[in-house]
C-alpha cells in the first residue's frame, strides 16, 4: 500500500521558519517525483517545490525560491520541505505527492503536467504578521 505522510505544520510569526516531512512508503522510493503543494479556501492548489528522488534534481515556484529548500533523507525515505523567512501569504494546507515509476529523464515539478497519484492528508502552516 502506498503511504504518503506528511508532518510539521503549526504556527509561526512573519519571519520564521518551519520544517515539513513527508514519508513515503509502499513503492520504490528511488524511482519517484515528490512535490509539495499548498491551498487555501480562496485560491486553488499551488505547486511549491519538487525533487526527484533518483537523483535529487529540485524545482521551486517563483514564490518560494530563495526561501524554501527542498531537500531528502534516502536512507528514511523522506523528503523535506524547509521554509525560511515565512510571510502570512504562506499561510495554507501543505500537501505532499508523489508520482511513481518515473525515470531520470522524466519531468518532475510542481505542475499538474506531473501524474501525481498519491497525495498525503495535509498540514497545516499558519503565519501571522
Known amino acids: 500500500q502506498v503511504q504518503v505522510a506528511e508532518s510539521g505544520g503549526g504556527s509561526v510569526q512573519a519571519g520564521g521558519s518551519l520544517s515539513l516531512s513527508c514519508v513515503l512508503s509502499g513503492f520504490t522510493y528511488s524511482s519517484a517525483c515528490v512535490a509539495w503543494f499548498r491551498q487555501t479556501p480562496q485560491q486553488e492548489r499551488e505547486g511549491v517545490a519538487a525533487?526527484?528522488?533518483?537523483?535529487?534534481?529540485?524545482y521551486y515556484a517563483d514564490t518560494a525560491e530563495g526561501r524554501f529548500t527542498i531537500a531528502q533523507d534516502v536512507d528514511k525515505n523522506t523528503v523535506f520541505l524547509q521554509m525560511n523567512n515565512l510571510k502570512p501569504e504562506d499561510t495554507a494546507m501543505y500537501y505532499c505527492?508523489?508520482?511513481?515509476?518515473?525515470?531520470?529523464?522524466?519531468?518532475?515539478?510542481?505542475?499538474?503536467?506531473?501524474?501525481?497519484?498519491?497525495w498525503g492528508q495535509g498540514t497545516q502552516v499558519t503565519v501571522s504578521s
Open positions: 505527492a508523489a508520482a511513481i515509476g518515473l525515470g531520470p529523464y522524466d519531468y518532475c515539478s510542481g505542475s499538474p503536467r506531473v501524474d501525481f497519484g498519491y
Open positions: 525533487i526527484y528522488t533518483g537523483s535529487g534534481r529540485s
